[in-house]
């Protein structure tokens, strides 16, 4: 019997091409580790499964390890979120019960698990994860007044549509921030509160902030002037500065500037090309430094108490300081019963304030925990 050549072919490829398959499915790390569930009504079908999922988390957590600056004194708090942990199961690519057992009513497994380092390391650089674990800021964009300044008269005029604050707010909602509504964004934009902002008035920050809820302000001018005209074609060319400010605290985060072009057969076409087009320039600056003040290994975050006396304020500080996810503690005043305080830390304000609540001597209510604010108050 003659076996055709293009079957015996057919199927080495296939072959081959399973073989990569389960290759790259066993590309990663293997980690022992343990799981334990509680028994439930003598169901020990159920304590394995749940005893296998929470090992198959702790597995992802010794993979996430594997990421994480060792200078970093979080030690996984940031990075091992829900977002990874729902979908832990996804980065085991195989596993091997090593060991079981029962003791004081709580099932226990041992597993050696291959975890997809390649797959976890994706994950933790998306930027939609890094958004989600500090806290999904929202983000208003405030172009006040869009400008161009045409051949014939030399004067300024207004563009209809803020083509630069367009593009800008599109890029950031692509890439997974939540954006204060554009609508809201109509009917404050030439209002006397952003004009404040815009000349940096601390307190119109915190009043869009009351106002809007917004956590990041990016704030600017934008104005394009005609260049020439050449065979029916216009020329301008736009320049964009903005600033991007944290409004509970007025930090400066980023502050920069673009220049761009535009052309087309009419003036304001061409001037609103070269806006949007320096909104777009824009957005690949604020993207990258954005994420990276929100992703910061290290932050700072105000913390306020109120209720306390003079005299326990320095052993507020030392507990501060004793904080493992503490760098380091300022007393920046103490007034009125108020003591505020500066902090360098690698976690999330909330993070921190759940662990100055359990771990103070004093006894403190959080009051209010904001982006990078922390209100307490002394019971």
């Given amino acids: 019997m003659q076996i055709n050549k293009n079957v015996i072919l057919l199927a080495l490829i296939t072959i081959l091409l399973f073989s990569s398959i389960i290759a790259s499915a066993q590309d990663g790390q293997y980690v022992e580790v343990e799981g ?12 394995r499964d749940m005893a296998i999922t929470a090992a198959f988390r702790n597995a992802v957590e010794k993979g996430v390890g594997v990421f994480i600056d060792s200078q970093t004194k979080s030690s996984n708090y940031e990075l091992i979120e829900d977002s990874i942990f729902s979908q832990a199961q996804g980065y085991v690519a195989d596993y091997e019960i090593l060991d079981t057992w029962n003791q004081d009513g709580i099932f226990h497994v041992k597993v050696r698990a291959l975890v997809q380092e390649e797959l976890l390391e994706d ?14 800021p929202r983000v208003m964009v405030i172009i006040p007044s869009e400008e161009y300044i045409r051949r014939r008269w030399n004067r300024a005029r207004t563009i209809s549509e803020p083509a630069a604050e367009r593009e800008i707010s599109s890029q950031l909602l692509d890439a997974g921030f939540r954006l204060i509504d554009q609508n809201q964004i109509d009917q404050v934009r030439d209002s006397e509160g952003v004009r404040r902002a815009l000349a940096g008035d601390a307190e119109a920050f915190r009043e869009l902030r009351a106002e809007y809820d917004a956590d990041l302000l990016v704030i600017g001018e934008a104005t394009s002037q005609f260049v020439e005209e050449r065979q029916g074609f216009y020329s301008y060319r736009a320049t964009l500065s903005a600033e991007v400010v944290k409004t509970d605290t007025a930090e400066l985060v980023a502050s920069h500037g673009v220049s761009e072009s535009g052309i087309d057969i009419t003036e304001t076409a061409a001037a609103r090309d070269s806006l949007s087009n320096a909104g777009a320039k824009m957005s690949e600056y604020l993207l990258d430094v954005v994420a990276e003040a929100i992703s910061d290994g290290e932050r700072s975050v105000q913390l306020t108490i109120s209720g306390i006396s003079f005299l ?10 004793g904080i493992s996810f503490v760098d ?39 009051t209010g925990v904001s982006g990078s604010q922390i209100n307490l108050s002394k019971q």
């Fill in 36 to 47: 334990r569930a509680n028994i439930n009504q003598g169901n020990l079908v159920q304590a």
């Fill in 123 to 136: 994950d933790l650089d998306a930027l939609d994860l890094v958004i989600h674990r500090a806290g999904d």
């Fill in 312 to 321: 326990d304020v320095d052993d507020f500080e030392a507990e501060l300081k």
């Fill in 328 to 366: 380091a503690v300022y007393l920046r005043n103490f007034s009125g019963g108020s003591a505020r305080f500066d902090l360098n830390t690698s976690i999330l304000p909330m993070q921190l304030a759940r662990e100055i609540a359990s771990q103070s001597e004093l006894s403190v209510d959080v």
